[in-house]
């Protein structure tokens, strides 16, 4: 078995430890794990850009319900360009302070976070791997990006991942527009300790697609609790933006509206386009999404703005600097 079948293999067995979709995971413990569980970087997988470079799809998996961690770019955090396979052994040393730093989060929001950023790497880049390292609870785990053809996708496989547009399998998502996505004003930003920063950015979806759905909310109790019907977690298509905490504490961050969440939180009422009963909320008026935040430490942050249909997303960041 090549080893990105077999990577594919231990994927599937993991969902399905997760959700219990198969006999035998039914069979094992079901718990809610709120804190002390590790964070394992993903590899998505890759599409073929015009210009002949490939892009490559990273995201992560925090197993806890509740623990969120901020880990720094650094040994602990860090991105190695290699040859196949040459840090398959978990105890070898890739951090190299030049090239670890490829845009990846510093902090990590609890559950599943897909296909949350991208890596281009050039049309000659043949065997080799986008490495990512990630050490949670003392435990380290690696993501390998490659260009194997089993893990070319398209925007119908994202969809599918993520439960767009109700889990739907519509092959007219295989070219489905992500959603236009931009900031209003400086994207670099200074604030002070408490100091009010306005946001503002314009977001639409030239396509249309997936249309919002009429589909009613489940109501009852029965109906909002009832157990899952898919080993993936599902939303109702629609155009939604939310902006979340990619490098920084999450903890010292305050926005006003509070803001939808961005992973995958299922638990009801959970305030997530993947929660029961959440109903994807009407774009504001002229599709400009106006909110405020306020820091109550100092330090780098970079706030990430998400705008989404509910199956493909685009991103925008605000770096800000915070004084005291």
């Known amino acids: 078995m090549t080893r990105a079948a077999l990577l594919s293999l231990m994927t599937w067995i993991c969902v399905a430890a997760i959700f219990g979709s198969s006999p035998a995971a039914v069979a094992q413990e079901r718990r809610m794990v709120l804190k002390g569980d590790v964070v394992s970087p993903a590899y998505e997988g890759w599409w073929p850009n015009a210009d002949g470079t490939f892009k490559l799809f990273f995201g992560y998996m925090n197993t806890n319900w509740q623990q969120q961690f901020d880990i720094p770019i650094g040994p602990r955090n860090y991105f190695s360009v290699v040859e196949a396979a040459d840090l398959d052994d978990l105890e070898l040393d890739g951090y190299v302070s030049a090239a670890s730093d490829m845009g990846q989060p510093t902090h990590f929001y609890p559950r599943r976070n897909p296909f949350l950023f991208t890596i281009d790497v050039p049309s000659n880049f043949g065997d080799k791997e986008v490495v990512w390292t ?75 697609f997936p249309a919002r759905s009429n589909r009613p909310p489940p109501r009852t109790p029965e109906q909002i609790y009832r157990p899952p019907s898919s080993i993936v977690a599902s939303s109702g298509p629609g155009l ?63 706030l990430r703005g998400i705008a989404s249909d509910g199956s493909l997303f685009t991103y925008q960041n605000v770096n800000v600097t915070v004084s005291p």
């Open 240 to 302: 939604r933006f939310s902006w979340s905490v990619y490098r920084g504490p999450e903890s010292a961050v305050s926005f006003v509206p509070a803001q939808m969440k961005t992973y995958t939180d299922t638990r009801v009422y959970a305030n997530s386009p993947w929660s029961p009963p959440y109903t994807i909320p009407e774009p504001p008026q002229g599709n400009i999404w106006n909110s405020t935040v306020v820091f109550d430490r100092p330090g780098e942050y970079v």
């Open 134 to 208: 990630l050490e949670t609870q003392g435990r380290v785990a690696r993501a390998f990006g490659s260009l194997y053809p089993d893990y070319r996708i398209d925007a119908q496989v994202i969809s599918t991942e993520v439960g767009g547009a109700f889990g739907s399998l519509d092959d007219r998502l295989r070219s489905n527009i992500a959603p236009e996505l931009e900031v209003r004003g400086d994207t670099y930003r200074t604030a002070r300790v408490g100091e009010s920063v306005s946001l503002s950015v314009y977001a639409n979806d030239p396509d249309g």
